[in-house]
């Protein structure tokens, strides 16, 4: 019912900073959730951030606080990581998702109902 592609990975020095994009299209809801998860090599899926179509809601794990934004624009169905102070432990594939008629905003991977294809975000030292 939803598809999910995500954009504006790449190489990233240290310090830096990048915006992922995730373009969503088809079936969505006012209480739809969005999240983004990173998973780098032998680790498993970790929840970044999570935001609620309608009303903005956010949330983030303590990991996250400070340094990573999510943000959507409703008009364009895109939802937006911001990355900033990039640090090599932050290398990994990052995945949007989408959970429908969400009661909150779930931090766990089969909590979501829809992933995209993830795009790789490298931070060099």
């Known amino acids: 019912q939803v598809q999910l592609v995500e954009s504006g990975g790449g190489l990233v020095q240290a310090g830096g900073s990048l915006r992922l994009s995730c373009a969503a299209s088809g079936r969505t809801f006012s209480s739809t959730a969005m999240g983004w998860f990173r998973q780098a090599p032998g680790m498993e899926r970790e929840f970044v951030a999570g935001i609620i179509w309608t009303g903005g809601n956010t949330h983030y794990p303590d990991s996250a606080k400070g340094r990573l934004t999510i943000s959507r624009d409703n008009a364009k169905n895109t939802v937006y990581l911001q990355m900033n102070s990039l640090k090599p432990e932050d290398t990994a594939v990052y995945y949007c998702?989408?959970?429908?008629?969400?009661?909150?905003?779930?931090?766990?991977?089969?909590?979501?109902?829809?992933w995209g294809q993830g795009t790789q975000v490298t931070v060099s030292s």
């Open positions: 998702a989408a959970r429908l008629w969400a009661p909150s905003i779930p931090s766990m991977p089969d909590e979501y109902d829809y």
